[in-house]
């Protein structure tokens, strides 16, 4: 499950139902999905989109979602940082960012407009939505290993528009223990 920081706060979120109600309150989508049969870790890709189905198709007709795929990463996968990098600057999108975790984790960072960075730390069984225009960043955990159901509306409108606002500076994954780094401390 979820852990959700608030890291200009140093407060820490647990609670399945407070992190809903809290994310739902900047407009995140957030719940568990259990699969309806046991899910080898060794399964295709085929076997995981067979496996939760249902739950992609009601997703689909609750928000326009055309197609989903799974995205596998190791830490040995080609240009893995390369590929990270485009996602760990501060952007958004021109449609939803939807991710079901089903195995590694990572953390979006999500930066209301009118409102103070969160940081939704995801494993297996998460979902979030992430609305179109939402300012986030998202980073694999240290162990750089994610594989997680994705959704589109259009696959096409899926690039990352960058604010170029900086904020993304001055945090860092609270996978990996530091969710914060205060202005002093970055140029030390």
Known sequence: ????????????ISDYNEIKQYLAGIGIGYEIWKPSSHLERSATNEEVLNAFAGEINKLKDQGGYQTADVIDLFPDTPNLDVML????????HDEDEVRFIIEGSGVFHIHPKDGEVVALEVEEGD?????????????????????????FQDPSGWTPHYTESGVDSGYMPVCFGLSFIPAQLQSL
């Open 1 to 12: 499950m979820a852990t959700l920081r608030i890291p200009d706060r140093d407060q820490t």
């Open 85 to 92: 990098a485009k996602f760990s600057k501060e952007h958004w």
């Open 127 to 151: 979902l979030a939505r992430v609305p179109a225009g939402t300012w986030h960043w998202f980073d694999l955990c240290e162990n750089k290993r994610i594989r997680a159901i994705r959704l």
